[in-house]
């Protein structure tokens, strides 16, 4: 049985547009009304949030904590680990605690020996490992830790290879348990040589978190992003651990754990800062898989939760979703129809729609963005058209995940490399036809105004991947000379 993906169906939309517009435009006006949805999710979010409440004075955590730190590794430029160790042996105010690293089928040894050897160096409290034939990814070698966690640890905090925590980070971890003992806490991603050119992506990427992430929480309805996030061991393995039944194992967790009625919250204080993917071809290769991973997730349903903390949950995990694809598929085939003379009155509405939609996409997209940014102090013009374009070139991997979600394609996770000399410069080539196609359809005789509208905005992802291939780049150089 073929199982066609977002790019096949992309091009057999095209096809079917000089075969049937009449369907085609059936398949563009469901894809404008999902679109629609998810504008409206975003704005019914931001009407339904509020601020948590204060905490209780008689739910402070008095017990004894101990804590698991579990780092997943595969393929990680040891030099970059060691940054994430080293900082775990800086930690001042905490000692019960200890580091589990798991590397999990990286076959050159030279890779993971260096590894080893510093967990030896820095002494019982680190303690290495390697699997081979490690299945389920991320997910499969967080379970393996597990076995190997130490019998009283109270709480399990995961951490990225490429993480450096600040000195205090496990001290904040305890006092914010011992606030409101929550069963998970999730502190906000952040990323480090940030400055210069590289300030807009890292905007762009802090937008989950100054957005989404805030408002969940006022909902009680914060999941997991997959680091810098805190676990009660209890409810994790009440919970039946991790799951590689998604390629995002963290949102997926954090929904089991809310319809089990846990309960979880955000702490927006950044306590480690990690390092961005290197390159376009990276970039779009998370955002694709956080697309298509939530997405995924949202397909395991709700049960459990109040209808409030449901839409919040939505909205997170529809963050990057869009129903770009299609909507761009009946654009170009309608122009092609056109150019061609297949005579339709479907045509002109199909493509007009199509026009529309993409309008719809867009503002989706950046519209959250602005916002953030205008209310973040220190975000100038500058770094605030940087953030834009490297989300509007984004939109095209979140709708490839999105779609091939939806067709029930599970996908495999990927790594996001973080080694400098292996990065690549290299653009999607669904960049350049999108823009192409654009192009042709703004040389289409008698298109309708939507569809120029929309024919403008398939060309816009291209130009903006090659300005946000000019800011990794010089990203790339400052963290070669830090």
Known sequence: MVRLDSRSVFLATVL?????????????????????????????????????????????????????????????????????????????????????????????????????????????????????????????????????????????????????????????????????DDDFIQFPQAYRNTEGQAAGLSLELANYFMRHARLADGADAMLLTGTLSVIRRSALLASGGWSGRTITEDAELGLRLRRRGYRGRFVDKIVGRGVMPLDVGSLGLQRYRWAAGNMSTILTGFSGLRPRAALHVVSQLTAWANFGLPLAAGLIGGGLAMALRIESGALGPMTSLAGMGLAIVYLSSVLPLIFAAASRSGSDLRTTLSALAARIMLIVPSAAGTMDALLGLRG????????????????????????????????????????????ILLILPYPFARATKASLSAYRTSLQTS
């Open 16 to 180: 079917l547009t000089l075969a049937s517009p009449v369907l085609t435009l059936a398949i563009v006006s469901t894809s404008v009304l999902g679109q629609i949805a998810l504008l409206a999710l975003t704005f019914a979010a931001s009407a339904t949030s509020s601020s948590r409440p204060a905490a209780p004075d008689d739910n402070e955590e008095s017990g004894t904590l101990r804590f698991s730190v579990h780092i997943a590794a595969h393929e990680e430029p040891p030099a970059l680990v060691s940054r994430t160790l080293r900082a775990f042996a800086r930690q001042d105010g905490v000692t019960d605690f200890e580091v589990i690293v798991l590397d999990n089928n990286t076959s050159d040894p030279a890779t993971w020996k260096p590894v080893e050897l510093l967990c030896r160096e820095l002494g019982p409290r680190f303690r290495f490992f390697h699997k081979e034939g490690v299945e389920g990814a991320k997910a499969g070698a967080l379970n393996i830790a597990l076995q190997y966690t130490h019998p009283d640890t109270t709480h399990i905090v995961i951490v990225d290879a490429d993480y450096e925590v600040t000195p205090d980070f496990l001290s904040v971890v305890e006092n914010e348990i011992r606030l409101r």
């Open 412 to 455: 495999s996770f990927r790594r996001t490399p973080k080694d400098a000399e292996a990065a690549s410069d290299s653009l999607d080539p669904i960049l350049p036809g999108l823009a192409l196609g654009g192009l042709v359809l703004l040389a289409t005789p008698a298109l309708p105004p939507f569809a120029l509208l929309g024919a």
